[in-house]
Structures are given as C-alpha cells and as structure tokens.
C-alpha cells in the first residue's frame, strides 16, 4: 500500500507511534524513526523492522522540543531516503495538575513538544512535498483536541492547537497533492497512560483502579482502551494513494467517548 514512499514519525520509540511506523514498514514504506529510549533497544528495534519488512529504517533522536534538530531530522530523512512522502507528528508528553498549580515549565514543555514540533516539521518538508505534487501529513493530537478534561490545560490547549493547525495546513496545500488529517484517539494503554493513572489519582483523590473505570473509561461509551493497531491502521490508510480526497478532517477513534 505505501511501496517507494517514506516517512518521519515522531516519537516512534514507544507506544502509538512506534505502532504506526511498524505498520508503515510492513505496508512497504522507509522510515525515519524517532524519540528517545535505551540507544541498545531502539537500535535493536530498527534492526529489526529494516530485516522483517525489508525498508530502510532509520533513528533521529532529534528532541521535539528544538527547531533546529527538528529542521535536521527531516534534511537527514530527505537525504537518506531521496524524499519525505508522508510525515506523522505523534511526539507528546503529558502533565496533569490543576490550572493553578501547573508549573511553567510543564505549560511550555507541552506546547513545544505537542504543538510547536508539528508545525516546524510541516515547515521543514512541505517545500519539497510541494514540489513532488505529493504529501500526507497526519498528526496524532486526541479525544482531548475535541473536548476537555479537568487538570489538563496544556494538554488540551496543545491539542485543540494541533486541530486547528491541521486544517488550515489541508485548506493551504490541498491544491498540491497534499494532504493533512488529525487522528483523536481516546485513552490507548501505553506508557504515556501508564504513568498518568497515579498521577490522576493523586489529582482527584481516587485509587488507580477508580481513575480507569471512572476517569478514563467513563465517557468511552465501548468501555475498552483503543489500541495501538487500530489506530496505526488508520494512519496507513490515510497516507494511502485511496486517502487522496479525505483532507482536513479530525477523525476520533474513541469508543464512542466526544459523541456523548
Ligand atoms: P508514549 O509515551 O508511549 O510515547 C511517546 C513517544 O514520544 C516516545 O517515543 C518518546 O520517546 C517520544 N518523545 C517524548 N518527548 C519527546 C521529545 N522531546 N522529542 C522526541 N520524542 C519525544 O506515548 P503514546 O501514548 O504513544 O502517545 C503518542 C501520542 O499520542 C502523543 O502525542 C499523545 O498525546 C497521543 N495520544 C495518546 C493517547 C493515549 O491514551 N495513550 C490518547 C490520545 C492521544
């Protein structure tokens, strides 16, 4: 479905992202890799969708937070692979606190690593996507880029950030082959979800069995995590050649959770 194209998918090293880019490997796509981790486990990790899927694939340990490892993450990629069809900001962080006592730092950390990161990567290869007449952007944002939750203010704002971001980028290229899409998924048990279960319950006073049924899973009217492959399927289908007329849209994969 993807043979000759290649990729940059950000924060690939864990969890929803590194879903996508397996399955953008097994669909026949070279992938740049990217996020952090263990050097030995992501190394191994690389080896092995490059072997079982027969693509190049490539690690930029590029930190989201910083334009100018951003700019050469995506040079990297362009030089290594010939072009960059098709780009995924998935990079993201979380911090749970409320309004009032959410550090500075935390505020801008979010917004730089979920937000900022998409736009100077867009930045960075539209040019050449322009050229070519082809490229998909497809950015990861969340439930919570449609609605909100309580104690999550860069988070939310970030996300609602990276909708708003996606749209006006469709409507500006889309008469060049281009297309850009934001997937909203609901909760998806992975570290990012992991850690955020004791930080809730500390938030609202609650054990962390209470904050899965009662905060996580309250609104997701399937009562189950989406998973990691659902979602990655989603993605290859929307940087698919089949995709080429669904342009700014934010699709939920959610259970059901922002039509309640
Ligand atoms: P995760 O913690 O498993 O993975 C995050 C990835 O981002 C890792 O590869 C990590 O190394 C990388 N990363 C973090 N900071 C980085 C930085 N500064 N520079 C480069 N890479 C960095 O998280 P996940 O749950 O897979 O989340 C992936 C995306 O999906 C995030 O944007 C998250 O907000 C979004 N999302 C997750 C859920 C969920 O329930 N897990 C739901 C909705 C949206």
């Known amino acids: 479905m993807l043979d000759g194209k290649s990729a940059i998918v950000t924060g690939s090293t864990s969890g929803i992202g590194l879903g996508i880019a397996r399955a953008f490997a097994a669909a026949g796509a070279d992938v740049m890799l990217n996020g952090f981790g263990q050097p030995g486990e992501i190394e191994a990790t690389r080896a092995m969708l490059q072997r079982q899927y027969g693509v190049k694939v490539l690690h930029s340990g590029a930190d989201m937070s910083r334009p100018e490892q951003i700019r050469a993450m995506a040079a990297e990629a362009a030089e290594a692979f010939g072009h960059v069809d098709i780009v995924v900001n998935n990079a993201g962080i979380q911090h749970v606190a409320p309004v009032d006592q959410f ?4 505020w801008d950390r979010i917004v730089a690593i979920n937000l900022s990161s998409a736009f100077h990567l867009i930045k960075a290869v539209v040019p050449q996507m322009r050229a070519r007449r082809f490229g998909r952007i497809v950015n990861i944002a969340s439930a919570h880029g449609l609605t909100a939750s309580p104690f999550k203010s860069a988070y939310v704002a970030a996300k609602h950030g990276m909708v708003g971001l996606t749209k006006t980028v469709a409507i500006e290229l889309a008469e060049f082959g281009i297309t850009a899409n934001t997937i909203c998924p609901g909760y998806v048990k992975t570290p990012l979800v992991e850690a955020q279960i004791a930080d809730q319950a500390k938030a609202h006073g609650i054990s ?4 899965v ?6 609104h997701q009217a399937r009562k189950e995590f989406v998973r990691v492959d659902e979602l990655a399927a989603l993605a290859v289908f929307l940087a698919s050649d089949a995709a ?8 939920a994969m959610d259970g059901g959770w922002t039509q309640h």
């Open 208 to 211: 962390p069995e209470a904050v």
């Open 103 to 106: 550090p500075d730092e935390q």
């Open 213 to 218: 049924r009662d905060v996580m899973l309250a």
């Open 244 to 251: 080429a007329s669904m342009t700014a849209t934010a699709l």
